[in-house]
Each structure stands twice: as C-alpha cells, then as structure tokens.
C-alpha cells in the first residue's frame, strides 16, 4: 500500500502563488501514475493534473499555463506549482496514485487507488 500526505495549502490572494507538496511512503511513486485533484465546495472532484513515467504531465484546461506538476523521486515526493490563483481554483487539492494512467473526456480519471487526505487552498481577498 501507498501512503500520502499533501501539505502547502493556505489562504492565499488573488494572483497569488502556492506549492502543494505530496509525500509517498509505502512504495516508490514511480510504481504508478500520480495526479492531483480538487474539489470546490458543492462540487463534485475533478483532475487537475496527472502523469506517469512515460506520459505527461496533463492539465485541466482550467488550469494550462498556471499550474505545474512535478516530481522528486529521490523523495518521493510529487508537487504542485500553482501560479496566479484565482478564487475559482478555491477547494480541497488531493494527491493520488493509480496503477494506470487514464484520460477521459474531462481529463484524468477520479479513479484512483490510493488518495491523500486533501489540503485546503483558498483563493481570497
């Protein structure tokens, strides 16, 4: 089993930035597809961006240009750069992994193995 832990969320302005941070323990992260997720409140959860070691990293179209995700496998750890928030990117990002890599007409899929327990992001003046 993996086990993960997002950290960086804060309340942060409008045009703002933020780094969400993601460590796995358990298994190495390359074993799997990583990806980031978000869900804003009333909404339902969504794929912000996700890769594996062939492939990607794909973005919502909401977030291209802004957002970057990375990782550092010595770590083990994966990251979210975010760049001129704006209050609609407001929601609790989480990090998970999947033995496969899946695209579906909304982008990454929600289905995922193994999930973090979310860190809060608040875009707000």
């Known amino acids: 089993q993996v086990q993960l832990v997002e950290s960086g969320g804060a309340l942060v302005q409008p045009g703002g930035s933020l780094r969400l941070s993601c460590a796995a323990s358990?298994?190495?992260?390359?074993?799997?597809?990583n990806g980031w997720f978000r869900q804003a409140p009333g909404k339902e959860r969504e794929g912000v961006s996700c890769?594996?070691?062939?492939?990607?990293?794909y973005y919502a179209d909401s977030v291209k240009g802004r957002f970057t995700m990375s990782r550092d496998l010595s770590k083990n750890t994966m990251f979210l750069q975010m760049n001129s928030l704006k209050p609609e990117d407001t929601g609790v990002y989480y990090c998970?992994?999947?033995?496969?890599?899946?695209?579906?007409?909304?982008?990454?899929?929600?289905?995922?193995?193994?999930w973090g327990v979310g860190t809060l992001v608040n875009v707000s003046s």
């Open positions: 998970a992994v999947d033995r496969y890599l899946v695209l579906t007409s909304n982008g990454c899929s929600t289905l995922q193995d193994y």
């Open positions: 358990g298994r190495a992260l390359n074993l799997y597809s």
């Open positions: 890769m594996d070691n062939k492939e990607g990293p």
